[in-house]
């Protein structure tokens, strides 16, 4: 980045349902007219990102556009004065990276609110190894425990454990003292999950039988969906009395089609976690067990992949493929 311009990740359509990503150098008076300002030293990439910068409109509506939900830096200039310059600083989630230009750049513009603190315990580049997935898998954790899980109820099961969100859950959960079943449907990881944490490492497969079934043998106590579809309700299934699952994801899917035996039979909660539009209070606690209590350095290193931003859009088309594992950092000084 120099003093006029800075360099940015830009999707156009070039022609009818074809976008190109290129890396190109802006002029800072093409930023938002937002009061905070933001030099970002590092991004990461999350399905969001993938979905953006592949023309989805219900993600993005206008291009050209810079996607990136999640940036990690230090504030450059506050027009609101919320912040002094050199502020370590987070910003995850609101419009970032959607329909406002997004993290994928070394400057973001971005209100006062959407701006959490970056806690001491944390570095800016552990804060985009987590971002937006792990700040989603904080929160599905934090769900099951006010809902009442104990280790002592019995094995926590985790989909799309391979994945960004599904990955850090299956850390922190190991952390906390929980047995977690890690469901994956790449086997040739399951090394990677257990040196995460996880107990047991099953085959997506595992759970189809249970999809022609109203109810199923109760299997698992607790569990955390990124899925979506038809695996969440196989899962709901298949959890034992009073025990709930904490959705967050659709990559399978929206809908799902349900009936309310494990609701009323064994009294499962359905426990929905968003990461978006949470209160930025609320993200600034969970930002802090993370750099606190919930810390899981170690296993962060293991789920990261750092690369440079001209390495995004290859990256992205990774995601969008289904193929990625863990979580790609972008260190804007690579």
Request: charged letters at 20%; a negative charge.
């Amino acid at each position: 980045m120099s003093d006029t311009t800075y360099r940015a990740m830009v999707v156009e359509e070039v022609a009818a349902g074809k976008y190109d990503q290129a890396i190109v150098n802006l002029d800072p008076s093409s930023l938002p007219e937002n009061p905070v300002t933001i030099a970002v030293s590092h991004s990461s990439l999350n399905y969001k990102d993938a979905l953006s910068a592949f023309g989805n409109r219900a993600v993005t509506r206008e291009y050209p556009h810079t996607p990136g939900i999640d940036a990690a830096g230090t504030v450059i200039a506050d027009a609101s004065d919320t912040f002094a310059v050199g502020d370590p600083v987070i910003v995850t989630g609101y419009d970032l990276g959607m329909n406002t230009a997004g993290g994928l750049a070394e400057r973001i513009a971005v209100p006062g609110e959407w701006v959490t603190p970056r806690p001491d315990g944390l570095s800016s580049r552990e804060a985009m190894i987590l971002g937006t997935a792990g700040l989603t898998a904080a929160l599905c954790v934090e769900k099951l425990l006010e809902a009442g899980a104990r280790p002592a109820d019995g094995e926590v099961l985790v989909t799309g454990a391979t994945g960004g969100v599904g990955s850090i859950a299956v850390a922190l959960l190991g952390k906390l003292g929980f047995k977690v079943a890690a469901v994956t449907g790449k086997l040739e990881s399951a090394e990677f999950l257990t040196s995460l944490g996880a107990w047991k490492v099953l085959d997506r497969e595992t759970l189809a039988p249970f999809a022609d079934k109203a109810i199923a043998k109760p299997l698992w106590a607790w569990a955390v969906d990124t899925v979506g579809g038809e695996t969440l309700f196989n899962v709901i299934k298949c959890l034992k009395y009073g025990g709930g699952v904490a959705a967050c994801g659709m990559a399978s899917g929206a809908q799902f089609q349900a009936n309310v035996f494990p609701f009323i039979l064994r009294g499962i909660s359905l426990l929905g976690v968003d990461s978006v539009e949470l209160p930025l209070q609320k993200k600034a606690g969970v930002w802090g067990k993370l750099a606190g209590d919930w810390y899981i350095g170690e296993q962060l290193e293991k789920i990261a992949e750092d690369i440079s931003l001209d390495q995004a859009p290859e990256f992205l088309a990774r995601l969008h493929r289904g193929h990625g594992i863990g979580r790609y950092v972008v260190d804007m000084t690579r």
